[in-house]
């Protein structure tokens, strides 16, 4: 059951949900500290979407893992064109694999191995794991891959080439490029329809990141929230879409935090990642009597296994 937004009655106009949403923003931010880049609007049946905040959107920042979005996009792009598919195998060796970095190829130990290209991207998308960039270096070098994001209108969302030619380090973006990206994406205009529910399912599925938008919500409004976080150093990064309760996204956000104290810490308790869940469980309150607008994406359901 969804809670009431602070500051009374949930908002029943774009409008008013980004007017409250804008609000929301600066109290958490300005709480955390530190420096902030992002963009948020919020989807409008009659017109465009409804900027709700907008602050450095345009300028280029370390997007890191937030561009794993990007990075599946340009992979997937191939597959649509028949140059990949997601069941050929990539071989993963003790070479390539990430020591130490996050994810699960790198509590393997089980090398030389191989995997589809589907579970690279699932790893990539859920896990955050390092070691599956690379393996996307393989079918996909950087000189490449950037070449995608420009001629799909992303100029400034960009990888940056490592001296082998395959692997490179996740690069830059702008909060506006990122939050154009996911409207493509929800809106059917970045892939092919399976390709655009392959990535969306994984950015909705329930192991996906949940310390900061989706921290505080049940497992279905969870379900409602396509969302990927990024961090490395003294950044801390989440990118996504919030759906309405019939699948249409309603909500799209972009945002790029750095600065902070604690930057040593990686978890839930960092200062930024704390007002993003803030901000994530505000949000999905703020616009819950609005509708999307857009193509109704439903939710697959969770059906928990119990062995067997």
């Known amino acids: ?124 998308l859920t896990v955050s794991d390092d070691t599956a960039v690379r393996l996307c270096g393989l079918v996909c070098p950087a000189a490449e891959l950037n070449r995608i994001l420009v001629t799909k209108g992303f100029p400034q969302t960009r990888v940056r080439p490592a001296a082998s030619p395959d692997r490179f380090f996740l690069g830059t973006a702008t909060p506006r490029e990122t939050h154009d990206l996911l409207r493509a994406l929800v809106g059917g205009r970045l892939l092919s329809p399976g390709s655009t529910s392959f990535l969306l399912g994984l950015l909705r599925s329930p192991v996906a990141y949940t310390d900061g938008f989706r921290r505080t919500m049940s497992s279905q409004e969870r379900a409602r929230v396509a969302t990927k976080a990024g961090w490395y150093g003294d950044a801390r990064n989440e990118a996504g879409v919030i759906f309405d309760t019939a699948g249409s996204p309603v909500l799209t956000y972009a945002m790029f935090a750095a600065g902070q104290t604690d930057p040593d810490n990686v978890g839930a308790t960092h200062p930024a990642v704390q007002a993003r869940a803030v901000m994530g469980r505000r949000f999905l309150d703020t616009v819950d009597a609005l509708a999307g607008a857009g193509t109704t994406r439903p939710a697959t359901a969770h059906r928990p296994g119990n062995g067997g």
């Open 1 to 124: 059951m969804s809670r009431r937004a602070p500051g009374g009655d949930t908002p029943t106009t774009p409008p008013a949900a980004a007017g409250r949403i804008g609000a929301i923003y600066t109290r958490q931010k300005r709480r955390a500290g530190g420096t902030w880049h992002a963009y948020v609007s919020v989807a409008d049946p009659a017109g465009p979407p409804v900027t709700a905040v907008a602050e450095g959107a345009d300028d280029v920042v370390e997007a890191y893992s937030v561009n794993k979005i990007a990075v599946a996009t340009a992979v997937l792009d191939k597959v649509d064109r028949g140059l990949l598919s997601l069941t050929q195998q990539v071989e993963v060796t003790a070479a390539i694999v990430v020591p130490g970095g996050d994810g699960i190829f790198s509590l393997d130990g089980a090398y030389p191995s191989a995997v589809t290209l589907g579970h690279v991207l699932a790893n990539l």
